[in-house]
Nanobody
Framework: QVQLVESGGGLVQTGGSLTLSCAASGSTFTRNTMGWYRRTPGKQRELVGSVNSGGGVKYGGSEEGRFTISRARDTVYLRMTQLQPEDTAVYYC???????????????WGQGTQVTVSS
């Protein structure tokens, strides 16, 4: 089992910044991918960004440029700048074996951390 502990969410004003972090512990894998997803009411969970243990980075959409994902060993960070009210969501940490998600591979989710951007 892999445990994921998230931190860094909260309330911020429009234009502000936040950094989320997620630390993986337990039976972690040498080759793995860690990332951040978010969910807003009425929408499906969407990829914000991911980074694998080899350093490969992927962003899900238009947040690239405002958001930066990075990692140090088994901790992943999401630096969010120029935050807008539409960035308000529950942000979830994700961890899976390898570099390509497979239905046969172990995958884990954090409990989620709320980010609220006030206008």
């Amino acid at each position: 089992q892999v445990q994921l502990v998230e931190s860094g969410g909260g309330l911020v004003q429009t234009g502000g910044s936040l950094t989320l972090s997620c630390a993986a512990s337990g039976s972690t894998f040498t080759r793995n991918t860690m990332g951040w997803y978010r969910r807003t009411p009425g929408k499906q969970r969407e990829l914000v960004g991911s980074v694998n243990s080899g350093g490969g980075v992927k962003y899900g959409g238009s947040e690239e440029g405002r958001f930066t994902i990075s990692r140090a060993r088994d901790t992943v960070y999401l630096r969010m700048t120029q935050l807008q009210p539409e960035d308000t969501a529950v942000y979830y940490c994700n961890y899976y074996l390898g570099y390509i998600r497979s239905s046969d591979s172990p995958e884990y989710w954090g409990q989620g951390t709320q980010v609220t951007v006030s206008s």
